[in-house]
């Protein structure tokens, strides 16, 4: 531990006390990699204020000590955007006894929630007041909303509500300098320059500490279906995502992924089964609901299936019977990272194109992926409604891990995103950039890098927060 870190904890000692300061290096290694397994680090010590205003005291003692720290949450990044640097340069700060939900307002279908919040607990907690909050991802368990608010989440639902950025209504956060930034207010308008909560949305910890933030809530479900459908290519399905969008505004997710996708999580999850009785190409997962008890999304779906069935446009549908039947088909879907993951290494990308481009770079993408890396074998799946694709390119049965990551990784990433930068898309939908695409982005847009390097030096001068992560420490 160097010296600056260790009278850092000194003066940190009464503040935070014996929980706020973990130093023992069993409890500290969970934390130090990140979920896929690519990056890891070394941090000498974990803070972990339980209060705004211990994180205030956190971040004016780093400043004044000169020490990094590395904003954590669940721990749950896809790209090593919360992984500490290899040289222990840096600590850890998580927000995760920061838990409180600290009001509900179901009147004014608001939240405000701590970043520690787990997004499965604030589920529950909506759900009792009548309410939910419409995101919902497969690290639900873990994720926290601090982190989903500082990377933009996504998710399944973005068809209907958005991202984090269109769910949050206001933020609060320290600003690296100590100084607290209070705007969970949700005011309809307010021209007071510079919109400061939006500049924290997605930018990863770099600018400062989340601590809080006022979420938009959306009436609990009335009604509800899941479908499950087989169709012959991505262009079929786009096409039965149109037709559903013009006959009614009830569709909230519409997932889609290739039949070896779907192989992929049968067999990872025990007991599990194709939901269709014959085998398709491509599968989409359609979830319709509404908060009108009155209303019939089973019966809709009935309805505009059957037609496109006999138009041609699907091959084979099912609609779930029970909500065990349908949790179980999402189950399917929110299992098919865990899956893909046991297949073996991969280089995996979050990307997303226009919408109406989606169907088409599925196919050729991973068709030009395969041609370009022989032995490899590249598929995709995906948010059909907001373009957003989660393309992998895997290795060859029986290739060393790491020898793949370090000889082939980079001739990937450079030709999967020259790709989507041709199609007009972007190489982070949803999972920001961290430190997996930090070079890449420089790669490939440094007149943003160049505008985002200058925000950060201006509110960040030291650069001591979340180093290395969405763009290089200058």
Known sequence: MHSAQTALLQALSPILGDKGIVTDPALI????????????????????????????????????????????????????????????????????????IRRIDADAATVVAEAGVILADLHSAAEREGMRFPLTLGAKGNATIGGLVSTNAGGTQVLRFGTMRGLTLGVEAVLPDGTLYDGL????????????????????GTLGIVTAAALRLAPAIAASATAWVGLADPAAGLALLRRLQAATDMVESFEIMPAESLAAAVAHLPGARSPLDRDHPWHVLIEAVSGDPAADPAAMLEGQLARALAEGVVADAVIAASQA???????????????????????QHDIAVPVEAMPRFMVEAAAACDARFPGTHASGFGHLGDGNIHFHVRAAPGTDRDRFYAEQAATINCFVHDLVMAAGGTISAEHGIGQMKRDELARLSPERVSAIRAIKTALDPHGLFNPGKLVACA
Do not use: C
Not at 190 to 196: A, H, M, S, V
């Open 29 to 100: 290694a969970p934390w130090e990699i990140d979920w896929r397994r690519r990056f890891s680090g070394h941090a000498p010590a974990i803070l972990a204020p339980a209060d705004t205003g211990q994180v205030q005291a956190v971040l004016r003692a780093a400043v004044e000590h000169r020490v990094p720290l590395v904003p954590q949450g669940g721990n749950s990044s896809m790209v090593g955007g919360a992984t500490p640097p290899d040289d222990g340069s840096a600590l850890i700060l998580s927000t995760r006894r920061m838990n409180r």
């Open 185 to 204: 207010a949700a005011l309809k308008k307010d021209n007071r320059g510079y919109d400061l909560g939006q500049l924290l949305i997605g930018a990863e």
């Open 325 to 347: 039947q349908g949790e179980a088909l999402w189950l399917l879907r929110h299992s098919l990272s865990d899956a893909e993951r046991a297949l073996g290494p991969a280089v």
